[in-house]
């Protein structure tokens, strides 16, 4: 995959997550993305997992891939090397608010077919961040343990991902335009749009909108049978989404014919997912007793060759890294040597690359235009 | 954002989320999708939610903006008529698996320089959904109330989202590849390598590689300070990010004082978020009355011009779709007149467009290849 977007330049101005992750997936695919940061990195610098050195493992797995260039954002003439930079590659990706001279009317001036993605907040341009945009959109409320009470917030923080996923997206389809007609792009990318989208695909909206309201199910899996059973060591999450894959988790667990029986006596149809669904729990209940004497070994084997659906429970800890295609051992500066992943897209080159040190490539980028860092270095606008 | 990506063509043979909204993200903008499924419909034609005709609300929700054709996938024909389609368009995006005659190697045979992305559940071709993927990342361990032991499950298909972002971007940067040097590409992207990857950018399984286990801290933010209150009418989730925002938080609630005398008395420096963490319960009980004797509209008057980051937590059904810029109102065939979203990347132009009934273009679309659908319906190859 390394080079597919050979010639793709992009400079990021960028904090914890979803800009970050936009720039690197682009950098991932390989394109040049130049990450600049105020003199001292900006807000994600120490933002925590640490290492024990104090490096954020954040901060080195959203930026993979990058080059790193840090200048003094106070100073004017360090604001005149972003332009030129940002001028130079033609595409701007930013989470950055409040500073006019990096948003796309001041930038756009210089170079007029700029390409410019702002992700904001809100619509409105006010902060949001995926912990309180999370909050306001509906999951977690219907998240969680049945009998809680209260929200269940997620520790994925799901709109941050998929929202960098859209800058990405909207660059590309941004810069394929301006290579066939020319014209540049102002993009604005609300994190909050994002989460309301999403909830609107997957038909929540909707849902809500014809008078239903989600109920709170546990770990079920909504119009559908699929829930997560205890094994003698260990936890399964199994899911039924077609009737094959019901009618082979009922033949392999020795309750088909119980199966038919209840059906009869509920006068369901367990061809279909709704009756499969509305009857989830007493179906829970007759597959449950055949989890329960088993060992995550013992279902592995009884369910391997048919359709059924399922996968242990796990800790982080518990993952095979070393068995992953997509894990590289890599010398990450400030971590050491640890295994980190190459982007998901696979054509058979896919390789992680470590992050760069904060300010590794500033002299090569402002050398590349012709700038002198020694001299921008003298009088404070480089470190 | 209309016509942004005029001229793209893409088919894609999908179902339930990830292909259907890789599709549909390049559908909203411009590109030509043409959704092809077998007579009668894939296998999440009546995926719930329903809505009261029996009209699948994620199918709409997911293909909103495509072309619809139906093909008899079992017959030589129907398989044949497939063929030419994805010839013609020159890229495929599937998530089916086991036909060999929709496969890279089948397709481009007839299409040298095919683009084919093709979404798996494992990097071994095994099956795998969202709900199991996300079992068995680690994730679900984590998230939840700090007293609940079992592991708590997302209801946001959040793998799946982010899996569909992907082929999106997959598909851009292949096409752009291709536009510039004509070779084509066999992508593959299984859903367990979205999980993988985005854990490990996110840093959890650089933790792990280190040896720290990652607890389960329910509504806190981990690393920081941040966790939900209750108010009066309801409940709010509270975010400190940065210094400024926990400053101002200590100083809009009137604690700022105590919070510095609990710093002296731990030995806490509470400018640095490691510390907030780590007294987050201390500084949550400390901040726990100002939020319980007040509303939410006091709340919101009283942080309102602070850097606090908040949000109320709210149902689908609370969600103001009216006020927002994202929304529109559509006459979606099967459902009636609601309210769905329009991509969240905004440029001025966005609007949200219904998903077509099933079948809706096949007429239209085999006539555009010379192919007579009346001809082919005779005998049974089309619906």
Same mark, same amino acid.
Not at 31 to 59: E, K, N
Not at 339 to 364: F, K, M, Q, S, Y
């Given at each position: ?170 660059? @590309? ?47 079920? @899996? ?103 295609? @997509? ?57």
């Amino acid at each position: 995959m390394l080079g597919m977007l050979e010639g793709l330049r992009i400079v990021e101005v960028s904090s914890f997550v979803a800009a970050p992750l936009g720039g690197m997936t682009l950098a991932q695919l390989g394109a040049d993305v130049i990450r600049v940061d105020p003199l001292g990195g900006a807000a994600d610098t120490s933002r925590w997992p640490l290492a024990p050195s104090g490096t954020s493992l954040l901060w080195t797995g959203m930026n993979k891939g990058k080059r790193s260039v840090t200048v003094d954002f106070r100073s004017p003439e360090g604001r005149e090397v972003v332009t030129r930079l940002a001028a130079d590659a033609g595409i701007v990706l930013t989470n950055a608010v409040g500073r006019g001279w990096l948003g796309y009317e001041a930038l756009s001036a210089v170079r007029p077919d700029l390409i410019h993605l702002q992700i904001e907040g809100r619509p409105d341009g006010s902060a949001a961040v995926d912990y309180t945009v999370n909050a306001e959109i509906g999951f977690p409320l219907v998240t969680g343990p049945v009998d809680h009470a209260g929200p269940v917030s997620h520790v994925l923080p799901a709109w941050d991902v998929a929202c960098g996923l859209y800058a990405a997206v909207g660059l @590309l389809a941004a810069e394929r335009r301006r290579a066939r007609r020319g014209e540049g792009a102002q993009i604005k990318l609300p994190l909050y749009d994002v989460a309301l989208a999403t909830a609107g695909n997957l038909g929540f909206l909707a849902e809500a909108q014809l008078g239903e309201e989600r109920p709170r199910i546990g770990n079920y @899996l909504y119009g559908g049978f699929g829930r997560d059973f205890a094994v003698g060591d260990g936890r399964v999450m199994v899911v039924a989404l077609t009737t094959r894959h019901f009618t082979d988790l009922c033949e392999v667990t020795g309750v088909a014919e119980t199966v038919a029986e209840l059906g009869r006596m509920l006068r369901a149809d367990f061809s279909v997912d709704g009756d499969r669904y509305r009857h989830r729990e007493a179906l829970a209940a007759l597959l449950a007793p055949w989890f329960e004497c088993r060992t995550l070994a013992d279902v592995e084997k009884a369910l391997a060759g048919t359709s059924v659906l399922w996968a242990p429970y796990k800790r982080f800890s518990e993952l095979d890294l070393e068995g992953s295609p @997509l894990m590289n051992e890599i010398d990450q500066p400030g971590v050491g040597r640890v295994r980190a992943p190459a982007i998901p897209l696979n054509t058979g080159e896919r390789t992680a690359v470590p992050a760069p040190e904060l300010g590794e490539h500033t002299d090569a980028v402002l050398a590349s235009l012709g700038m002198d860092a020694d001299e921008l270095r003298a009088r404070g606008v480089v470190a």
